[in-house]
């Protein structure tokens, strides 16, 4: 191929550089088809010819010659776009010609993408899209194409639903998706949902693709034409992967294979054999899939999400919980052929007022979503929907499972003990330390079974071999199975004092041997969710605990309780003396949970008598003891000790970096982070900060970042900030950082929109406290969440200053 520099011989004006088409014909191909020794197009003149150009010239002369057979060995050559030798199109064969086998078309890439799935109007509302129509116009569609559904339709609604950073409009463009899935082709929606999560199995299952940024440039400089210097002048001005196939696959002219129909079904199980290819070989054998997969897109919008499915970011704003809405919803209009579940009619809900359709709504994603947090897996969930559709049965056909870990409940922040006491006024409490260490839910079954799960669900019984020989000696006599929820803390055996979480992190996470384990550890025990086949996730918390502190045996400095205080909002100084010795104890500060439901007397939505009154006349949620999978209550709260010294903390990613001056000029100072958008997938700049860092912590940053290596990346499009770093981070981890006070700033985009249409939010004097190993940046702190705190501050101003709120500062005072 001629170097990239070289100036190519063009017929007349085109659209940017592409690469000649004779440049996919290797040397020998071209010596073992015969050419006439009056042929005009020499291999030379082939080589500085656009692809346009070369077509024309071709097909002058198929038209002013007679074309000689071609052999049996031309015939038979691998058609790779590397290998296959040009052969005449069928329109310009005559009819003899026309009639051979294996050879290869010169065809145009212009016209291939699949319109019919492309005009479907998935986002219009549910209520008047005609889910019934569109299915039967698409079956016909598919039967020529093999039948399944068709992965452009996949693109249509990702391309619909990045559009718009609307939350309903992204809702009603999957549901209307789903519902043309589940009336044309069942089959395929189990797949769909997978792709549309971007993932293809749930977190317990350890099913990854391992595909390296390598694999990707390969794939896109083979399949595209496109050299190094192409691909990183694309990849420079776009800064994602997606775009820049979107761009190759944009400018190619011509293919030499015409593209086979991708199907839903057909993307997901390559995605399958791709994870599932290991050993010897199982690099080329992942190489291979992905070139095939981008060969066969059909468009720029397939390529494009090919791309981002195949390096796991999908960008489209739809996250988990977007799926189970759009599912719960989908269910609610449209079934399978055959099946028997009741459905509601279009024109029922579409004559229901806003509210009644919205109970509707919200009892239907209750069940879903109470359903997979019981039950995380798709493989599960989207059969027994199409079987049974929305109904109180999917709770127990899709609920609490051995080995399936549940999703845990999660504790809201309190800004102190004063504020915890607060919102607990008139309830009885349980005050528990708060270990530094790691949650773990542990499974056992009849047959002596363990798995052991970490709060992302990932599977942690290869790394604490040791709890898992534990269990027989801590199960009582009574106790035949269970689910129970722990904090596993590294604990020198010889003295019994508590170590910090980043001991606990220096141990291995596979293959541990027990002999060889140097960091021992304590599980600290403080919920029973399951009991000898019983789920006791409905039980109040005092009985839950009681069950788990009778069935099991303590085993000091292995195995025990975590330690507790029974409370009430009166009893402020026991409680106090209380966190002070969590905090002595080295534990992070205390988590307070409610022992008991709102007795039956007394209505769940009402407060106590002695209850403070909330702004607007809002009524304060029930406090339920329940455990609530998945959720975020208030009838657990953590106050922990950063909290009642400097406030709210946040939980941040690094994004960016500058050169430090003067003695921080060899490191990474100031860092820019940001907070993450779920709704749109992006993150949003909310500080710089340059406090709080140890020397000995710049240099390991500034070695983690190194210019030239992996985790450096250009310029990301998914980075919500206007200014110019000297160097972009891979997003990857998740610093927890504390601040003075949160201000309007018209340079961050943090929560732009939320608290202002025109202005972010951005913390003064931001302090790095260290590095949440614990958390993934799926779990870092939200735009959503930033909002709120400065809404708190703001009110908390406004009572202590007697001023207007930030409320009625904004215009946003109740007419």
């Not at 990183?232 to 196939?245: R, S």
């Amino acid at each position: 191929m001629s170097s990239p520099a070289k100036k190519r011989k063009r017929d007349g004006p085109e659209p940017g550089p592409q690469r000649s088409i004779a440049s996919f014909f290797k040397g020998s191909a071209a010596k073992q088809t015969p050419e006439p020794a009056s042929s005009s197009t020499s291999d030379t003149d082939k080589q500085h010819l656009s692809d346009e150009a070369l077509a024309r010239k071709l097909q002058e002369e198929w038209n002013q010659e007679d074309i000689a057979p071609v052999t049996d060995n031309v015939a038979k050559t691998e058609s790779t776009p590397a290998e296959a030798a040009v052969a005449k199109p069928e329109s310009l064969q005559s009819p003899t010609k026309a009639k051979q086998k294996h050879t290869i078309a010169l065809q145009s890439s212009a016209g291939t993408e699949d319109t019919v799935s492309l005009a479907v109007p998935l986002d219009q509302s549910p209520l008047t899209f005609d889910s019934t129509k569109y299915a039967e116009e698409l079956k016909a569609h598919w039967s020529a194409e093999g039948g399944s559904a068709s992965y452009a339709l996949l693109t249509r609604a990702f391309v619909l639903a990045n559009a718009t950073t609307s939350r309903i409009k992204i809702v009603d463009t999957l549901v209307n998706f789903l519902r043309i899935l589940i009336e044309g082709d069942p089959s395929s929606v189990l797949p769909a949902v997978w792709l549309a999560t971007n993932s293809i199995s749930p977190p317990y299952d350890e099913s990854e693709l391992g595909l390296g940024g390598s694999s990707i440039s390969k794939a896109l400089k083979k399949i595209y034409g496109l050299d190094n210097q192409g691909l990183k002048t694309l990849y420079d001005k776009y800064g994602d992967a997606g775009d820049v196939a979107f761009e190759a696959k944009k400018r190619q002219s011509f293919t030499l294979i015409r593209p086979k129909p991708l199907k839903i079904q057909g993307v997901y199980q390559s995605l399958r054999k791709i994870a599932a290819s290991k050993g010897s070989g199982s690099q080329e054998t992942k190489q291979r899939i992905v070139e095939k997969l981008l060969q066969d897109t059909r468009g720029a919008e397939e390529s494009r999400y090919i791309v981002r499915t195949l390096v796991q970011n999908l960008r489209i704003g739809a996250v988990k919980t977007t799926m189970l809405i759009a599912l719960a919803r989908a269910f609610l209009f449209s079934k399978p052929p055959g099946a028997g579940f009741p459905v509601y009619s279009q024109q029922a809900l579409a004559s229901l007022k806003k509210e009644n359709l919205s109970d509707i709504y919200n009892t239907a994603e209750e069940t879903v979503k109470a359903s997979y947090a019981r039950h995380p897996n798709y493989d599960d969930l989207v059969p027994c929907l199409l079987e049974i559709g929305v109904a109180e049965e999917l709770l127990l056909r899709c609920g609490l499972q051995l080995h399936i870990p549940l999703r845990p409940m999660l504790g809201s922040i309190t800004r102190d003990l004063s504020d915890m006491l607060t919102k607990l006024q008139g309830r009885d409490f349980s005050c528990e330390y708060k270990y530094d260490g790691q949650r773990a839910q542990v499974h056992c079954d009849e047959k002596g079974r363990v798995s052991i799960f970490s709060r992302h669900l990932e599977n942690m019984t290869e790394k604490y071999p040791d709890l898992v020989s534990l269990v027989p000696e801590i199960r009582g006599e009574s106790v035949s199975s269970f689910i129970l929820e722990g904090e596993v803390v590294a604990v020198d055996q010889e003295t019994g004092d508590l170590q910090t979480f980043q001991m606990l992190s220096n141990r291995a996470k596979k293959d541990v041997q027990l002999g060889a384990i140097k960091i021992n550890v304590c599980l600290f025990a403080f919920d029973l969710m399951y009991l000898n086949g019983a789920a006791l996730l409905d039980r109040p918390f005092r009985e839950r605990r009681e069950l788990l502190r009778s069935v099991f045996v303590e085993i000091p400095g292995r195995f025990t309780w975590v330690k507790s205080l029974d409370a009430t909002s009166a009893d402020s100084e026991a409680v106090l003396e209380f966190f002070k010795g969590a905090t002595d104890s080295k534990c992070e500060g205390i988590m307070v949970k409610v022992l008991d439901n709102v007795p039956k007397t007394a209505s769940p939505d009402d407060p106590p008598p002695d209850a403070p009154k909330t702004p607007k006349g809002n009524r304060r949620k029930a406090l339920l003891s329940t455990y609530e999978p998945d959720k975020r209550l208030e009838s657990w709260l953590k106050v922990k000790k950063d909290y009642s010294t400097s406030s709210e903390t946040l939980d941040l990613i690094p994004v960016a970096g500058w050169h430090g001056q003067g003695r921080k000029a060899k490191w990474w100072s100031p860092i820019l982070l940001a907070v993450r958008n779920p709704e749109t997938g992006s993150l949003e700049a909310v500080t710089k900060c340059m406090s709080g860092f140890t020397d000995k912590f710049y240099q390991a940053n500034k070695d983690k970042y190194a210019e030239g290596s992996t985790n450096v990346i250009s310029r990301p499009g998914y980075v919500d900030y206007a200014g110019e770093p000297d160097v972009w981070f891979n997003p990857q981890e998740v610093w927890e950082m504390a601040f003075a006070d949160i201000t309007l700033s018209p340079t961050y985009t943090a929560a732009i929109g939320l608290v202002s249409d025109e202005r972010g939010l951005s913390l003064r004097f931001p302090r790095f406290l260290r590095v949440r190993e614990d958390k993934s940046i799926d779990e870092a702190s939200t735009a959503d969440y930033l909002a709120l705190l400065w809404r708190k501050q703001s009110e908390r101003a406004e009572l202590e200053a007697g001023q207007p709120g930030a409320d009625e500062k904004l215009g946003w005072q109740d007419e």
